[in-house]
T-cell receptor
């Protein structure tokens, strides 16, 4: 069965510092992988998506993620954090096996310190 | 022009009442979903419809009943509301299996 693990329910970084949010997945087939962001009191918004093309995926707002098959990881990074990045971040995986379902991680709350 | 819309945005009601949440998408997608997000932000899939046909029906009490009158709409009716139903309910849509899901703004349900 597929699963997604996000390490750290809360991550705190200083403004201007590197952001690193970790996501590990398990899947028996090459997956599609997603990062979504949820700002307070809003719905989820796609940040970026991996679909077996380039392993380094660039998303919106300066975020990017690298697919590493050997490590079954899809960590999200941003070189320099901004106060507006404070939000909840979700990693999700799909095996495109016909069940139309995304398996979601538990989420990581990103806190930006001034 | 809102892609996925939900009404109402907030819903405060008494235990035992029946309520409905409506969802509409104008993206031309074939698949629509209902999620429940609890106070710890955990996302749980409840239902998924593809071309008006039920695809996913997770372990959800029978008090929850989805209805899809057409591909652009997926409504959620909840009977006999309980305190534990308090959560944020999100509607989403996608073009198909494994495709990006687009989320509505959520309906914040509070059962008193």
């Amino acid at each position: 069965a597929q699963s997604v693990t996000q390490l750290g329910s809360h991550v705190s970084v200083s403004e201007g510092a590197l952001v690193l949010l970790r996501c590990n997945y398990s899947s028996s087939v090459p997956p599609y992988l997603f990062w979504y962001v949820q700002y307070p009191n809003q719905g989820l918004q796609l940040l970026l998506k991996y679909t077996s093309a380039a392993t380094l995926v660039k998303g919106i707002n300066g975020f990017e993620a690298e697919f590493k098959k050997s490590e079954t990881s899809f960590h999200l990074t941003k070189p320099s954090a901004h106060m507006s990045d404070a939000a909840e971040y979700f990693c999700a995986v799909s095996d495109r096996g016909g069940n139309y379902q995304l398996i979601w991680g538990a989420g990581t709350k990103l806190i930006i310190k001034p | 022009d809102t892609a996925v819309s939900q009404t109402p945005k907030y819903l405060v009601t008494q235990m035992g009442n029946d309520k409905s949440i409506k969802c509409e998408q104008n993206l031309g997608h074939d698949t629509m979903y209902w999620y429940k997000q609890d106070s710890k932000k955990f996302l749980k899939i409840m239902f998924s419809y593809n071309n008006k046909e039920l695809i996913i029906n997770e372990t959800v009490p029978n008090r929850f009943s989805p209805k899809s009158p057409d591909k652009a709409h997926l409504n959620l009716h909840i009977n006999s509301l309980e305190l534990g139903d308090s959560a944020v309910y999100f509607c989403a849509s996608s073009q198909g299996d494994g495709e990006t899901q687009y989320f509505g703004p959520g309906t914040r349900l509070l059962v008193l």
